[in-house]
């Protein structure tokens, strides 16, 4: 995927984002920074960005279904 970023050197953090993910995901851009305001998706900040963190995202999915 194109706006999948690898972040800093430290780690490579699958991240997206906000505008991106809201397409993706069919929800209003307003309603995905409010999950992020409250704690519901998890993102990384980087500089004056805001991104979604889609490889702790995705883990937490797959403890909620009990598979990890």
Known sequence: MESLLNVTSQANV????????????GVDLGVINGWIDR????????GKHRLV?????TKECMEKEGQL
């Open 14 to 25: 699958p991240v997206m984002e906000r505008e991106k993910f809201s397409e993706l995901v």
């Open 39 to 46: 704690g519901y998706l998890p993102s990384i900040k980087m």
């Open 53 to 57: 963190n889609l490889a702790l995202l």
